[in-house]
Nanobody, 120 residues
Framework: QVQLVESGGGLVQAGGSLRLSCAAS?????????MGWYRQNPGKERELVAV???????NYADSVKGRFTISRDNAKNTVYLQMNSLKPEDTAVYYC?????????????WGQGTQVTVSS
């Protein structure tokens, strides 16, 4: 059973920084698909923040471009999100995501979520 374990959330003042980490455990083979981060606020849909392929290609939401940086360590099945210049509107529960394909079947995984709160 694959689990995604997130860490690094918390409370920070506007303009500050946080670094989120997400490690996949219980993985026999490498996560060969996308890894990334989504976020969600109560009553709103979960939205993409940033994703990265196993080859290092990235995609960011327009609202975080230039402020957030996603990276991953394929050997450790871990993805990171460096968040700088944080704004109150970045406040949300951040969820780690990963997918991998094994024998033509795609498996999706989600973390339990970590709260990020940015005070003004």
């Amino acid at each position: 059973q694959v689990q995604l374990v997130e860490s690094g959330g918390g409370l920070v003042q506007a303009g500050g920084s946080l670094r989120l980490s997400c490690a996949a455990s219980g993985v026999i083979l490498s996560i060969n698909g996308m890894m990334g981060w989504y976020r969600q606020n109560p009553g709103k849909e979960r939205e993409l923040v940033a994703v990265i392929t196993s080859g290092g290609r990235t995609n960011y939401a327009d609202s975080v471009k230039g402020r957030f940086t996603i990276s991953r360590d394929n050997a450790k099945n871990t993805v990171y999100l460096q968040m700088n210049s944080l704004k109150p509107e970045d406040t949300a529960v951040y969820y780690c995501y990963a997918d991998t394909t094994w024998r033509t079947i795609k498996y999706d995984y989600w973390g339990q979520g970590t709260q990020v709160t940015v005070s003004s």
